[in-house]
């Protein structure tokens, strides 16, 4: 049994509707430490004039949030992370969980630092200054910016450039300009505020290898997923009447990073022994569309769970070193294959040959062949569907998380 | 937006949320006549169930919309006699098309879920680009006089990134070429 606690919980980017994994994460594992009667509290800051951040309807979550307006007019890093502490500080938790959040989170690391701090980090914003993904010139980037800060440094203000003149503002490059991320002594601080971190959190061991500096106090804790209940097959109209099987790719399918181009790629060549085969996209526009490849649209979440079902095979080509990788678990959940690249979280969830195939990141041909051999061999392709489900039932259901990981963290970190 | 309203036009763009924004008209308007503005090579399928009217009136996705196109789809949004015309960008572009629909009101559902009324400020429109703009290569040039011009342990040589070892963290600083 673990004690009850108050866990204040800081997100500097959430919104409810989700608007994306990160979100969808911290609601399952508030939603789950509450219901082990933890007294947890979101704060999040709403700036007003950024889009995606701190849109909040506090009816529909299941946890007591608190959205701080933010004034963009007198918006900034001081300002912005005073407000949070002395919002927490009223609260008076046991321990702070610092979610998702870029430039501006070492600086509410170091307000907090009174308290146990556990940061979780949802991408690679730890070791990549322009932006979560560390990838760059269509790879993943070999350069860390714990070890190269000057090199990260100067390419974020290169990639961030025209951003900065046309004066748009997304969250990263908002957190970038109040944090003066561009300075020479904010390596400094983010450093220190690494070293005052009771524990950090990822996603996969690979990311945890690079860390090797603090890796006494890293944690790899997997996300989580849901089983859908039983429910009726959902209208699906964007299917195309024809025996042919069914190749999904979902997810944010026109980041060029999530890898569609070597999907199309492998698609184009398959198309030239078979045609047996067609492929489904979550791409949001509706008109991407081709011989063998359409868009499914957008779709509610409820009814992308449900279509992972009535596909034959889920593809998960990407190109960067995906951190976690939920749609794999999704589709796992499902009992659908999934023929994943051989990178990141990827690696740590789908076991090659035996819950679905790997290839290696960015090898189209390699796509080609599995692909290839998924649609020949229909009793393994159900196979290895089963027993990804069983893994996901073992392993990765949001109760088995909370349980096996963030309860005897946040207890080790409060001792 | 009002929920008696009962006609309401949506024009597409190309933008994630179109199916996203049609979803949530229909699911808060489940009784209003919806009328979709959307490219001739729209696939109406994907509408299916959702009881639409759609209109396949804008040019074919690639194609640039000419003046005469503007005046047919603008000719096309005025004879539906909307209550409510709704755009997915605040762009002057959009803004004039839904001052032109005499819809008694116009809307924008923002990517992130916002939803503003639309008001005809064509020179507010038009001028905050410019304003951005002007501020943000000041932002630009204040930040790149700081990055150029500061030293970063120049007395270190450069060490060749190709044979560092990327996941050993020890701090290494880069002499600015």
Redesign the interface.
């Known amino acids: 049994m673990y004690r009850s606690l108050r866990v204040a919980c800081v997100d500097m980017l959430f919104?409810w509707?989700a608007?994306g994994g990160a979100d969808v994460d911290l609601f399952h594992v508030l939603k789950g430490l509450k219901e082990r009667a933890m007294d947890v509290r979101l704060f999040v800051p709403h700036f007003e004039s950024v889009?995606?951040r701190g849109?909040v309807q506090e009816e529909e979550l299941p946890f007591p949030c608190t959205v701080l307006p933010v004034n963009p007019s007198c918006c900034r890093a001081d300002r912005v992370v005073e407000t949070l502490r002395a919002a927490v500080d009223q609260w008076k938790p046991d321990v702070v969980f610092l979610s998702h959040g870029y430039a501006l989170k070492p600086l509410v690391a170091l307000a907090l630092a009174q308290y146990p701090l556990i940061s979780r980090y949802y991408a690679h914003e730890l070791l990549c200054a322009r932006d979560a993904y560390r990838f760059k010139d269509g790879i993943p980037c070999?350069?860390?910016y714990?070890?190269?800060?000057?090199?990260c440094?100067?390419c974020a203000?290169q990639s961030l450039?025209p951003q900065?003149?046309?004066?748009?503002e997304e969250a990263w490059l908002q957190d970038y300009?109040l944090a003066r991320a561009?300075?020479?002594g904010y390596y400094a601080l983010f450093?220190k505020a690494l070293d005052i971190m009771d524990a950090l959190v990822v996603f996969n061991t690979a990311l945890r290898?690079?860390?090797?500096?603090y890796k006494d106090k890293v944690h790899v804790i997997p996300g989580g997923v849901s089983l859908l209940p039983e429910g009726p097959s959902p209208?699906l109209?964007?299917l195309q009447n024809n025996d042919k099987k069914r190749i999904f790719m979902a997810g944010r399918v026109?980041d060029p990073a999530k890898g569609l181009s070597l999907l199309l790629e492998a698609g184009a060549r398959l198309l030239r022994k078979r045609d047996d085969f067609h492929i489904y996209a979550t791409h949001?526009?509706?008109?991407w569309?081709g011989p063998f490849f359409?868009?499914?649209?957008?779709?509610?979440y409820d009814t992308l769970r449900r279509t992972y079902g009535e596909m034959d095979i889920c593809v998960i080509p990407s190109r960067w070193e995906e951190p976690f990788g939920l749609v794999a678990l999704e589709s796992m959940s499902a009992g659908t294959v999934v023929c994943a690249a051989d990178c990141g979280g990827l690696h740590d969830i789908v076991l090659h040959q035996e819950t679905g195939l790997l290839f290696d990141s960015g090898d189209s041909n390699a796509l080609f062949n599995a692909l290839d051999w998924l649609l020949d061999h229909e009793e393994q392709r159900r196979s290895l569907g089963a027993a990804g489900l069983e893994r996901v039932q073992k392993h990765y259901l949001w109760n088995h998380v909370i349980d096996t990981y963030y309860l005897p963290l946040l207890e080790s970190v409060v001792k | 937006m009002n929920e008696t309203v009962q006609k309401i036009g949506l024009l597409y763009s190309y933008g994630p949320h179109f199916m996203k924004t049609l979803r949530a008209l229909r699911d808060s308007h489940p009784d209003a006549q919806i009328t979709v503005f959307v490219p001739a090579n729209f696939p109406e399928a994907l509408l299916d169930g959702m009881a639409l009217h759609i209109r396949p009136i804008l040019p074919d996705s690639g194609q640039r919309p000419g003046i005469r196109q503007g005046l047919r789809l603008i000719r096309a949004i005025r004879g539906e006699a909307l209550d409510s015309f709704v755009v997915l960008f605040a762009s002057p572009r959009l803004q004039l098309v839904a001052s032109l629909s005499k819809a008694v009101q116009s809307y924008c559902y923002h990517v992130d879920g916002r939803v503003e009324i639309l008001r005809l400020r064509l020179l507010r429109a038009l001028l905050r680009p410019i304003k951005n703009r002007i501020i943000g290569n000041l932002r630009y040039f204040r930040i790149w006089v700081y990055v150029h011009c500061t030293r970063v342990n120049a007395k270190r040589p450069q060490e060749k990134l190709s044979d560092a070892d990327p996941n050993d963290d020890r701090t290494t600083d880069i002499r600015r070429d």
């Open positions: 919104c509707p608007q889009a995606g849109i070999d350069y860390n714990l070890r190269y800060p000057d090199y440094r100067r203000f450039a900065i003149k046309l004066g748009r300009l561009y300075e020479t450093r290898d690079s860390l090797a500096r209208s109209p964007f026109d949001f526009d509706p008109l569309q359409s868009s499914t649209g957008w779709m509610p």
